[in-house]
Nanobody, 127 residues
């Protein structure tokens, strides 16, 4: 089992920045494939960003490209951050960290590809 804990959410004005972190513990001998998803009020869950298990490939949803940056603090991806710049009200959502021990995913943008989820952290962007 892998436990994920997100931190760093909060309230920010439009145009501001936040940095989210996801800390993994438990069965972390092998590198994790990690992703961030979000779910806004009345919206479906949306893929935000992901990082491959080797850390070499980064992925972004269309709505956050050029504004968000995912990074890992170590080779096992047990601490993964999401730097969010130029935040807009439409970025308001609960942000979830997700992970899997699988290195090859059929669809890394689908939540069904991930086995472990954090509790989520609220990000609210005021206009």
């Amino acid at each position: 089992q892998v436990q994920l804990v997100e931190s760093g959410g909060g309230l920010v004005q439009a145009g501001g920045s936040l940095r989210l972190s996801c800390a993994a513990s438990g069965r972390t001998v092998e590198p994790l494939t990690v992703a961030w998803f979000r779910q806004g009020p009345g919206k479906e869950r949306e893929f935000v960003s992901g990082i491959s298990s080797d850390g070499r490939r980064l992925y972004y949803g269309d709505s956050v490209k050029g504004r968000f940056t995912i990074s890992s603090a170590n080779t096992k991806n047990t601490v993964v951050s999401l730097q969010m710049n130029s935040l807009q009200p439409e970025d308001t959502a609960v942000y979830y960290c997700a992970a899997t021990l699988f290195r090859t995913l059929a669809d890394r943008r689908s939540g069904q590809s991930y086995d472990y989820w954090g509790q989520g952290t609220q990000v609210t962007v005021s206009s």
